[in-house]
């Protein structure tokens, strides 16, 4: 599998790399392990999200199957809001059918698609194609968000994930001093790469605000009130929840709100046809059990942390990088970090001690799960607790050897 681009994964068909969602899913504020999505009640507290969300969905022609409601759910130790279902579905049972009325398209807003940005010259400058129709895009929900109440959307909306939680996990907002103390892993140069992207798509923004504000015009008016903070959290939750659905990008209302696990639990999967987008059931699943959603069958955890900021715990897919990492590299003097070593602020988030390496064992997890104190108080601590169980995973071994041969080595002395 390619890596993925700078603008994220993108959900296409389930077996492939499936739910490739340009999104990149929620870390629970809480995380110990396998942070997911708690960050999706973020505008409303979390457990109502749902119950508001599916009368509008219904009064605007979806159809979701009765007994769903938001619960707790359990994921890699953390209690994150989840979707699951109060009556035992069969095989193949339809969940949602989304209409194409409320899939959130670039089309919809007409005066943001026609847009020309490549007029701005060297402000738009590498951004091209995808990257533009994202900025678009972005631009279409953070008005549509600015609109409050007066917005058909605003029941999706309102559940949306804020950027105070996406600075909590999602890898392309990793602070300065995150980025130094695991640098070594693959995850970090993506991230970097992507916030590179966001500076000309920031200096891109500000080119059509001033264009559309100058120019008096129907966007230009709200426009006016965009910030690229705005902008900012636009683009995150588009490439959080984006599908390719007919070569087109759509966010799809409802079925974001599902969260995911390793394959052999997965236990819905999707498809969109003329009629709509539908989710069914891919397996039978018992009643007072979590939906599953497959957002990539094929992802390691090394693209899972870069997709979604999500590490899985028992993902069955093994490092397709393994070996590319410095183990013993250090953090360099003078970045701020407290830590000398990859190493330190790897062992630093988590458990290591005889309970948390029984677990690791007992429990066949890929890493062991991180200190809830330090994931809850550390500065982006559940980003951290993803970046330690990752740099666990490609460089335990490593760290194994050398003590081993370390020990060897005052033996003899």
Known sequence: MAPPSLFGNVRTTFGTA?????????????TL?????????????????LTELLPWMRANGAIVKSGLRASTTFHG????????????????????????????TLDKFVEVQAANLSAFGKTCDGLQGDSLDQLKIAAALA????KGTASFWYPFLRALPSLKDFRTFYPQFAEPIVLAEFRELPVIATAKAWQTQDDRARGCFQSWRRSEISGHTVLGQGMRMLEWTDMQLALAQFRTRRYQVDYNNAMMPGSDMFNTAPSKSINSAWSADAEGFTIRTYASV??????????????????????WGVYLERN???????GSVNCNAVVAHGDGSAFRSLRQATQAMLRLDGDGLAQLATDGLSAPRCVAHNTRSADQGPLRCGLARLAWEFCAQSWRRHDVLQASANSTH
Request: net charge negative.
């Open 143 to 146: 008005l549509e968000e600015k």
């Open 286 to 307: 018992p009643s007072d059990s979590e939906i599953l959603d497959p957002y990539c069958t094929d992802c390691d955890n090394d693209r899972m942390m870069v997709g």
């Open 77 to 104: 130790g953390a209690a994150i809001r989840g979707v699951i279902t109060t009556a035992q579905l069969p095989v193949d049972e339809s969940l949602m059918m989304i209409p194409r009325k409320l899939w959130f």
């Open 33 to 49: 392990g396998s942070p997911l999505r708690i960050g999706r009640g973020a505008h409303d507290g979390g457990a109502d999200a």
């Open 18 to 30: 499936a739910h490739l969602r340009l999104c990149f899913l929620l870390l629970a504020l809480i």
């Open 316 to 322: 069955m897919n093994a490092l397709a990088r393994a």
